[in-house]
């Protein structure tokens, strides 16, 4: 039976997790480098239209974690991706240095300065990275922009353009304004600070909803080891979030994500991000529309990483680039506004307009991650 589904992939891939053979990986072309269909101006990337921005998302998303690195230095970007990796590695370096030169000494008359590393503080200041449970013993950091799925395009100030619009993603929305040749980005931010409108979001829904998707579901910690020595953990997540309802083509437009995040306790006892050699198990139903149409599949994927982001397709559990949505449409039931016999007038006489009402769903999910390294297992589970 036909499912009605294919997706189209709008952001990009980002499985964060090193690569055990960088050394090996190939030398970006120039021609690669030097795509005519973007530029960067004072320091975002400005792509010429929609479809420029979907072909170099997807170019950007096959490059491996240095392959992206060379390619950022030679146009002169940086992206919060990489800043967010490179916050991860610092920590790490930090942590390592801080056991040698603080071995065997009181831990408690240490500089509390000392507990991070200097581009920690840089990261927090600027706001790039916000504190998740703050003041309590699981604080940890994570991206302060909503969607983490932008982060690979866009800049410090969660700039982008395409065309003549540029788009500032923040904490909670979306912002946008006609860009024009003569301003320059301090004018730009101080007019988007001022711009008070823009697509209202949420960080993470954590309630279900029979009016709307499900979002973004966490698994509690699963934990090991004790402090002073070193305390690890993981979790895994999932996410079902509505996009959008085109009702000239009744088409529904979602994503359905997976997460898994590793961290470990430095030495005074602060969560940092830890690479980790993970196995992620998952699998679905979702249904969607007045009368339901239904999407099952599940999917394995192996990784050595530290912040895993994964996007996958609800039809047949192919991997598809992080932040891609899924579109699907109506089946011949569904086509027909007020089908004979159907005696429910709440839906009204064109169910399209009350489609708030047949949003994807899950039928039932369980995701599973296993640390091989440190025998732990998260898991989240619901049954409809």
């Known amino acids: 039976m036909k499912k009605y ?35 960067v101006r004072d320091g975002f990337l400005v792509f010429a239209n929609r479809e420029s921005f979907v072909e170099t998302i997807k170019f950007i998303g096959n490059l491996s974690i240095s392959e992206r690195e060379q390619w950022e230095s030679k146009i002169g970007f940086q992206s919060q991706h990489s800043m967010f990796m490179k916050l991860i590695n610092e920590e790490l370096i930090k942590d390592s240095l801080n056991r040698i030169r603080y071995a065997g000494k009181d831990l408690s008359k240490v500089d509390k300065r000392e507990y991070h590393s200097e581009y920690y503080y840089e990261m927090l200041a600027k706001g790039i990275i916000k504190l998740l449970a703050e003041d309590t013993p699981d ?7 909503y969607d983490r799925s932008s982060t690979p395009f866009i800049n410090e100030n969660g700039l ?74 993981i979790r895994v997540g999932t996410e ?25 306790t430095n030495l005074f006892n602060n969560w940092i991000y830890e690479f980790r050699n993970i196995k992620v198990d998952g699998k679905w139903k979702i249904y969607a529309y007045r009368y339901p149409q239904y999407y099952e599949s599940s999917i394995t994927y192996s990784s ?34 007020y089908p004979p016999g159907d005696d429910d007038s709440s839906y009204g006489i064109y169910w399209q307009y009350n489609s708030f009402r047949c949003r994807p769903q899950y039928s039932y999910y369980h995701w599973e ?16």
């Open 304 to 337: 050595y990483a530290s912040d895993l982001k994964g996007s996958v397709n609800p039809e047949d559990g192919s991997p598809a680039p992080f932040g891609s949505t899924f579109l699907i449409y109506p089946n011949s039931s569904n086509q027909n506004p």
């Open 160 to 233: 982008f353009a395409i065309g003549d619009t540029l788009y500032q993603i923040t904490n909670h929305k979306i912002k946008s304004m006609l860009l024009t040749k003569d301003t320059n980005k301090q004018d730009l931010l101080r007019s988007l600070s001022a711009n008070n409108s823009g697509i209202q979001k949420t960080s993470a829904e954590y309630y279900y909803d029979l009016l709307n998707c499900p979002g973004q579901i966490w698994a509690s910690w699963t934990t090991k080891g004790k402090w002073p020595s070193v305390k690890r953990r």
């Open 139 to 145: 604080e940890y950091w994570d991206y302060s922009v």
């Open 5 to 39: 589904l294919f997706f189209f992939a709008i952001f990009t891939i980002v499985f964060t997790s090193c690569n055990k053979n960088e050394e090996l990986l190939p030398i970006i072309s120039e021609e690669a480098i030097s795509m005519p269909d973007y530029k």
């Open 240 to 264: 079902l979030s509505f996009v959008e309802f085109l009702i000239s083509y009744q088409r529904m437009e979602f994503k359905h994500n997976f997460y898994v995040q590793c961290q470990k």
């Open 369 to 384: 991650v296993v640390d091989t390294d440190q025998s732990m297992t998260s898991m989240i589970s619901y049954d409809y």
